[in-house]
């Protein structure tokens, strides 16, 4: 059996055609009119980039921290298109959470936890 799924994030129009039971899956019932049912999985397609939007709103941070982040080179970002957006890659968001992780808790074992990095 094939599914028929779309992607997570709103506003894409990806739409993928994926065996069922295959890949990384968020489990459960789908009935989309083509044929999907209960043996059906919907596969949620991961965006590689991100943008400061989505990065700022991860972290819970403001806009002028967001640019902050790329510009200063803490948060490795790209320039894409005409218009020079930034783009975060998702892995590299992630790793820069868990750098984050590990200076905290060296600061908290080392006594700073009070103080700026």
Do not use: H
Request: glycine share 12%; net charge neutral.
């Amino acid at each position: 059996m094939v599914c028929w799924v779309g992607s997570a994030r709103a506003g894409q129009d990806a739409v993928s055609r994926v065996p069922a039971g295959s890949g990384p899956t968020a489990r459960g019932a789908v009935d989309n009119g083509l044929g999907a049912g209960p043996a059906c999985e919907t596969q949620v397609m991961a965006s590689r980039f991100l943008t400061l939007a989505d990065v700022m709103e991860v972290l819970n941070i403001s806009s002028a921290q967001a640019y902050a982040l790329v510009r200063s080179g803490e948060l490795p970002a790209i320039q894409v298109g005409g218009r020079g957006q930034w783009r975060v890659e998702a892995t590299v968001l992630e790793e820069y959470i868990q750098r984050q992780y590990a200076q905290t808790r060296a600061r908290i074992d080392a006594g700073t936890l009070d103080e700026r990095a």
